[in-house]
């Protein structure tokens, strides 16, 4: 039988972490501040570490990767590779289709992977709490998780509509200790004075219109993939599922038998919300206006361009 999964050892966990700065031959451009200008390393500490400083701006290429975090990881890592057998049938294409499952850490996605650093650092550096933001609620259940496993509380401010629409996301992290709080909230300066402005404001308008946009052709591709494969893609893995299906059509077309991969970054199951949408003709395509990205815009720092 042709093989499905490929499975390393956890002894095969990799040791360093590699930084592809020491590769590019233009290092990126320092982290701006609200004025515009380079955040100094003052600026930085108030809200990272040192050591996650010191990373930020290193040029090594490989930097190691701490045990107790290595140990940890060994909780879901490494993730199986599939090889997508019955998409490929599905699609009647001649192309190879892989898949990286990252959906198996317990958060269900692959935020796990950085959170779990992350907050062995800020462990390391005595931090006893740790404030963050949330979309989907994805990256505040991995930090949740992440807090739980070092005794650190965790603060989530999750953005309003996704904090109703996804109240099993919400339970994820309060299960593992975490506070979550709609945002925008009563609690902060910036949450009151929008909140002034807009009182049933359902939070960051971009995220809160992700689920109606980032197309109907991607829930198409997640329902084919999970028809199947049998993994109920999340949202957001199925815009990397439209792409390399939209790939092996072309290699059906042109009769190269291309290798593809991509990573799904995690299951739906706490998404279906937005499959019953589909399901039920209620997701529109959807163009966000040009006059709010303009005014979007508008608030972004004005710096000089680089040549």
């Not at 290193?58 to 879901?76: A, G, K, N, Q």
């Not at 109240?167 to 593992?176: A, D, G, L, V």
């Not at 939070?203 to 494969?229: D, M, N």
Request: aromatic residues 10%; hydrophobic residues 35%; contains cysteine.
């Amino acid at each position: 039988m042709p093989e499905t999964k490929i499975l390393l050892d956890e002894s095969e966990i990799p040791g360093h972490w590699y930084n592809v700065i020491a590769d590019m031959p233009n290092p990126p451009a320092p982290y701006l501040g609200p004025d515009g200008k380079p955040l100094g390393p003052d600026a930085m500490a108030r809200i990272f570490p040192d050591a996650l400083i010191e990373q930020e701006v290193s040029r090594e290429r490989w930097i190691p990767i701490p045990e107790e975090v290595r140990e940890l990881l060994r909780l879901w890592r490494p993730s199986p590779l599939y090889r997508a057998h019955r998409l490929e049938a599905a699609l009647g294409t001649p192309a190879k289709i892989y898949y990286k499952y990252e959906g198996v850490s317990p958060a269900g996605s692959h935020k796990p992977n950085t959170a779990l650093a992350q907050g062995w650092y800020n462990k390391q550096a005595g931090i006893k709490r740790l404030a963050t933001e949330t979309g989907a609620g994805q990256w505040g259940s991995a930090l949740a998780l992440v807090g739980e496993m070092f005794g650190i509380q965790v603060r989530v401010y999750m953005v309003k509509v996704s904090y109703h629409q996804k109240p099993f996301r919400r339970s994820m992290m309060e299960t593992w200790g975490a506070e979550v709080f709609a945002s925008p909230t009563d609690q902060t300066a910036s949450g009151r004075q929008i909140l002034a402005q807009d009182p049933d404001s359902p939070g960051s308008l971009g995220i809160a219109i992700s689920e109606a946009v980032p197309q109907l052709a991607t829930f198409e591709a997640g329902v084919l993939f999970a028809r199947s494969e049998g993994i109920i893609p999340a949202p957001e893995s199925n815009h990397a599922i439209r792409a390399c299906i939209d790939e092996a059509e072309r290699c059906k077309e042109s009769g190269e038998p291309k290798t593809l991969f991509f990573n799904l970054s995690g299951h739906g199951h706490f998404d279906m919300a937005s499959y019953d949408k589909y399901f039920n003709g209620e997701l529109e395509d959807y163009e966000y206006p040009e006059q709010a990205i303009e005014e979007a815009l508008e608030h972004l720092p004005k710096v000089a361009g680089r040549a």
